[in-house]
């Protein structure tokens, strides 16, 4: 009970420490809360499982999208990583059994995240330089791969344990996911490899100067970014059975908007991966709240756009007006100084002439 | 850079080696020439390559491509990186445009309505951009917005509009033997070329994507500059919309998505376009010329792999690696001028 208490005392501290964090759970409520009372199927334990569902893939791309940002950069390539992913494992679970397709499809996804990384640090390129250029590299793996074809398991129910419901509301998928936001997220905020990358993304120059290098912390990033790409694209192949060397790209902006939602910042070194998660869980009601109210999904792509919009619009407002306050604050600051070297003077002339 | 050729173009054969082996690494250098070696065999052996025909068919394929990169390259240019709206902003307009001719507005009203819905579209991106958003983050989200609305819009169908009609000569017309869309790929080159060299404009477009900060204490905010190269960018893309439109007699909001050419989207085709052709993305350095240059590049490569018989997996392919190599070659070239942004 008493570290109950400790352990909610600590996370109110959090959430009133963290006005973005605040922001997105009230968010999260409120889609919630509105589909919930407008829908009388959406508040239901299937749902649960529904959201638990998407979540799995969604919040992979989240992190990994989170995770670039907070390191200043963002990976373009994501999508298509994914689909390449997709497609190995559907094509080699029939020959290897899904467990082994699985780890080759995770293992060369986050050997090309590593890759990447070590370009980008090595070249000193932007990673939106270099991730649209493996964008349309990795899309043309994965058409290769696939021979231009949709891929397709022969016998569908190989990978029916990766949905197998588990302790209510999960599966093995989502609770692999789980665990790799818990790892992530213990890496990120308690180990130095993950302090370095908020240091890259919020300040470079003054990391750069004082001896962190920027190879390691790239590496990692994209490194764990092509990891959760990998494993997101698996788990959307294994449970449709199918992959296209096309497909995945919606993944992108999705995952965006959940990292702006989780207040990340886009001038980095900002976010964290519990706002991820809450991010993607508001993307999840939205998306699963109007697959409900029967929305075709072209619409779903409008109301994902418009949320990145307004989400941009309130976070470049909000460093408008802090600017602004901040200029004040200066002027007001010089003017309170001025005055008040001025009031000594004129003491000091008065007490000499006194 | 100017310098460099100049002295590239008047000396001797072997002191041009020697300059060569000299200014560049030798990762470079083998890149290069291993690049040129394929390109020269696969120019050699590809069945009826060297044909006038087959060349005016390659510069036919790069015009569409080459339209819109050349609107991308002034945002490229001024500093904004690029905009992944660009081929939604197309599918916007494809719609507006098929819309109004099967209403029966005739062509020049269609045209007109088409250029100002893409005018608002680039103005929207251009003003947040301008106020401090990321260029690919808003766009990225426009891109969300505009697929939506055309979708929207039209419903999620084919629009189409019935032969004869007014816009039949920009979509299959042709001149001294060369198709409309051809001329206007190469006018528009040639226009936007001259506006960047001597227009005020353009000298404030590279002036800001090259020192922002030096572009601000002259008077030179990157607030209008967003806007004025997005509404480019924006209409460039509609122009490339109706004259596909027209040739089509029809619109699709798919069109430009993975369907269209060989080469996966539009969108990142074009980016590829600008970038192959030797841009600097991160702004002030380049021109519109290299990215006509850079389309008409892609596409003979395109063509190459064509007449070679080879599907549309290793295609993209080579795009991307064409890409990805063109990213290195210049960023190792141009190391230590414009290391760090």
Sequence with gaps: MDTETGMFTRLKNAVAHNPDLAFAILLAVCVYGYFAFTNEFFATHRTVYAIMERFAVLGLVGLALTLCIIAGEIDLSIGSNAALAAVIVVRFTDSLGAETALLIAVATSTTIGLIQGYFIAYLRVRAIVLTVGTLMLLRGVALFAAEEKTVMLTDFTVPDFISEKMLGYFSPASLLVILTFVLVGLFMNYTRFG???????????????????????????????????????????????????????????AGTVAAFIGGVSILGGRGGVIGAAIGTLTVNFLNTGLVFNVTPAFMVQLYLGILLMVVIMFQTGSRIFDDHQRRDQVMRDVDRRREMFLEKKRAAAASGVG | MNTTANVYASASPASLFNRIIQNHSPIVIVLVALFLAVFLYGMVTAPNFLTLFNLKTIVRDAALVGIMAIGLTFVTLSGNFFLLSMKETAALSIIAFATAMSAGYGFELSFLFTMLIALAAGVLQGALIGLGGNPIVVTLGAAGLFFGVASWWSENLVVSFRRPHGAEWLGSGSLFGLPNITIAFILISITAEIVLRYSTFGRQVYLIGANRAAGKATGHENFSMAIKTCAIASICSAFVAIAFSAQVSSAHVNYFSSEFGSSGDMTILVIATVMVGGNSIMGGFGSTLRSSLGAVFISTVDNMMVLHGFNSGPRVLAVGLMIVFSIIVFALVRRGSRAQE
């Design chain 1, 195 to 253: 302090r370095e990358i908020y240091a890259i993304g919020g300040a470079r120059k003054e990391a750069l100067a004082s001896g962190i290098s920027l190879k390691r912390p790239m590496i990692i990033v994209f490194a764990i970014s092509g990891f959760c790409a990998g494993l997101g694209g698996v788990i959307i192949g294994l449970r449709s059975g199918t992959a296209q060397a096309l497909g995945l790209q919606y993944l992108l902006l």
